[in-house]
């Protein structure tokens, strides 16, 4: 009897069971138009119906139609899902989708703009005239929101002005539903001062009920943000191959906290993603110019004068050398105790301190250096065994000018 069941009848049965599993009302909707899709393009009618060359030459189709990679496999893990499903409750023998393999994601393929591009962005929308039922200027300020919060299209959709709270205070915020959200989980997110009074004379004459922006009802983000960097002068795909659309309004807010220099940590909350890394290697969008700005911040290295400081050779002056008494006092304190010695080395020129009289002969002088005194300490001590030769006349004292 299962056999004959038509698509329909099984379809309403696989969406009891994923609500009794605690799945949420969005996510059901979104993978049963994933299945009726496929269903409808190769024409299934019956369980008995689906093969898998039929559903592989749906997701080529899709693939010709420059669905990227990952939505892709999002329409084939909905299908291979519900087979598992109808293999489950025995409804068939085997899952005939079972050697399908998802594609293989490239690389990024999205980029963020820098922040003068994203200023030019906004500035062109918002001048650049009405699009699909809604005007340059709420355009903008929904690009705004998006690039500072990070929702997707259809979360932006779903907001209400009662959603939006303390617009006028320090700490205005946004909130969303988890009906609502990829994750099924309510979200309260911060908005910056700036935006929160736009946002406050945009929903100034709205209902709490009404809808924050008439957004269409289509996806069209792409085609919108497309009409406005063209306006903007700025590329929708670079000579990278990487696009802006609006999907990269998160990589732009990812992106834009890594410039900051707001941790990995804070960022994977911000975006809400379940796993870090799916925050840093897809939505952080880092260019050469971010790179420099990183390298720019590096502290100076000067070897020479570094070198210089380390040999003694730079021109700083030693604290211990920063005046001549001071040098003395070092040199003195270096000096062996001779306070018991016989021999005394007395003043160079034989006078006390304050005369003026001319020096005698060098050869009294050095004669007179070093005659025995016992009377004080008024010169400085030689030790014994340190006199000089006085048959060497390089090694006589000699008087000072």
Request: include cysteine; glycine fraction near 4%.
């Amino acid at each position: 009897m299962e056999a004959t069941k038509c698509l329909n009848q099984h379809i309403d049965d696989y969406k009891v069971s994923m609500k009794s599993k605690g799945d949420t009302a969005l996510h059901i909707k979104r993978e049963v138009a994933k299945i009726t899709k496929v269903f409808d393009y190769c024409n299934f009618c019956k369980l008995s119906d689906i093969t898998l060359d039929r559903v592989q030459r749906y997701l080529n189709s899709r693939i010709e139609e420059g669905r990227r990679a990952r939505t892709v496999n999002s329409d084939l893990v909905a299908m291979k899902t519900f087979c598992n499903w109808a293999v489950y409750v025995e409804r068939m023998a085997e899952n005939p989708l079972v050697r399908l393999r998802k594609l293989k994601i490239s690389g990024e393929c999205r980029r963020a703009l820098t922040h003068d591009e994203y200023m030019t962005f906004l500035a062109a929308t918002e001048t650049g005239g009405d699009f699909r039922c809604m005007s340059g200027k709420d355009w903008a300020l929904l690009f705004r929101l998006a690039a500072e919060t990070g929702y997707r299209w259809n979360e932006l959709r779903s907001l209400v002005r009662a959603q939006f709270h303390d617009l006028e205070s320090e700490t205005p915020s946004v909130s969303i539903k988890g009906e609502d959200t990829k994750n099924d989980r309510d979200h309260i997110q911060p908005l910056t001062r700036d935006t929160a009074l736009l946002l406050r004379d945009h929903l100034a004459l709205k209902l709490p009920a009404a809808k924050a922006f008439d957004m269409p009802a289509s996806d069209c983000g792409a085609k919108v943000v497309r009409h406005y960097l063209r306006l903007a002068g700025i590329e929708y795909v670079d000579s990278r191959g990487l696009k802006f659309d609006f999907h990269a309004l998160r990589g732009q807010l990812a992106s834009t906290l890594a410039r900051s220099g707001v941790s990995p940590t804070i960022a994977h909350k911000v975006m809400r993603h379940s796993d870090i890394n799916m925050t840093l290697k897809y939505y952080t969008h880092l260019s050469l110019e971010d790179s420099r700005e990183a390298i720019n911040k590096l502290p100076e290295v000067n070897i020479a004068a570094d070198s210089q400081l380390k040999t003694g050779t730079c021109d700083a002056a030693d604290p211990s050398l920063e005046s001549h008494e001071n040098f003395c006092r070092i040199s003195a304190k270096s000096l062996p105790n001779c306070a018991d010695s016989e021999h005394m080395l007395v003043d160079k020129t034989g006078l006390s301190e304050g005369e003026n009289a001319a020096p005698e002969n060098s050869q009294d002088l050095t004669e007179k250096a070093f005659t025995p005194k016992n009377k004080g300490f008024d010169s400085l001590v030689a030790p014994q065994g340190f006199e000089p030769r006085l048959n060497e006349p390089e090694s006589s004292v000699l008087p000072l000018d």
